[in-house]
């Protein structure tokens, strides 16, 4: 029931359209481009209430406070300390080959700010844990929401990477300035 309040009001009263293909699989990644605005959350809080799927997402560690902190946590959040080498690259590759369920939500600029350096994180998550790695976009301009591929990663980073980031580099995220593939 509550479904189909987030989905009323994702794709009725919001507009938004989904152009998805690909299956969720017991286990994968979501790697989700372009990341421009905090709207990219609220979306895609409402995507996976309106979907009926249950996603973990990783989150820098400062929206971690009192009371936000355990709402986030509630709803999937693992905070991120960007400071510290802390591992977690291999923590949820681990955690994700012990479970019988895995989705994790990634966006590999790792910023709402321009950055052409994604982080491959995400990418070696999935390669260690053997599990294939949803490629999303939220496209503001045609208010579309889109996985129309998955990689399997096999070890060749700089060839997939390319791949990853051209699949991205016509969607328009809120602020459009604040998105790059990079030099491709």
Known sequence: MSN???SK?????MGWRKKVDQLFPE????CLAPHTSNWDFIIGQLFMRA???????????????????????????IPVYRQKHTHMTDALAQAARKATR??????PEGTRSL????????YYIALEA???????????????????????????????MHDIKLY?????????ENFTIGDV
């Open 9 to 13: 009001i994702l794709y009725g009263r």
């Open 115 to 122: 950055n052409p350096e994604w982080k491959k994180g995400f």
């Open 27 to 30: 286990k994968y990644i979501i």
């Open 130 to 160: 053997n599990i294939p790695i949803l490629l999303f976009g939220i496209d503001y301009e045609k208010k579309l929401i889109v996985c129309t591929k998955t990689v399997v990663p096999n070890g060749d980073i700089d060839t997939q």
């Open 102 to 107: 895995f989705a994790l939500c990634v966006t």
């Open 51 to 77: 979907e009926g799927v249950k996603i973990n997402f990783l989150m820098k560690k400062e929206w971690f406070f009192w009371p936000l902190g355990p709402f986030f946590r509630h709803i999937g959040g």
């Open 168 to 176: 991205y580099k016509d969607f328009k995220g809120r602020h459009p």
């Open 4 to 6: 189909n309040i987030f």
